[in-house]
Every structure is written in C-alpha cells, then in structure tokens.
C-alpha cells in the first residue's frame, strides 16, 4: 500500500542522510531498498532555513516506510540524531513512537 507523507526539505534531508549511514542495515535487502530510496526521494534545494522548513509531499510505499523505521529506530539507538524539528516530524509523521 502506498501512503502521501508531507515532510520539511530538511527532514527527507534527514532521512537520505540516515539512509545512508552505514551499520544499520542487517541483510542485502535492506542495502538495497535504502539505495533505491535514497535514489527516489527528491533532493531539497538549498541550505537556508526557510528552504529547508519548504513542505515536500512524497509518496511512500509499507516498505519504504519500514526500512526508513529500521534506519531511524537503529541510528536514534546509537545517539546520531540529533534533536530538531526534522527528527521529531520523521517520528510522528512516520508514527515511529506509540
């Protein structure tokens, strides 16, 4: 099933990033699927702070939401996200907490 998510530039920023942090991916599978992400979601144009807080609109499939979960759960574990803005919208527009 695929789902719209509307996130800040600087939180999809976030996610390719933490994609592509090694360490947390445990079978090929999810190298993959991170690689395709990171391929498929947009690039956020700019560094300033108001391109950065710009809504991005994307459409994400159970499967790329689990694998972005995985990367994010496993990096928040080992303290390399820092708190922002984006961290906390990828949690709870993911529903990463209950």
Known sequence: MTKDYT???GTV???KELLMIGGWGSEIIDVY???KLVETLPDPAGDSKEQ???NI???LTDKQVNTIAKAFTHHAAKGV???SVY???AIEVLELID
Do not use: D, E, K, M
Request: proline residues 5%; aromatic residues 10%; hydrophobic residues 50%.
């Open 57 to 59: 609109t994307v459409t």
């Open 81 to 83: 996200i820092l708190p």
């Open 87 to 89: 961290a906390v919208q």
């Open 13 to 15: 920023r976030l996610l």
């Open 33 to 35: 699927n991170a690689g």
């Open 7 to 9: 996130f800040y530039a």
């Open 52 to 54: 950065l807080q710009t």
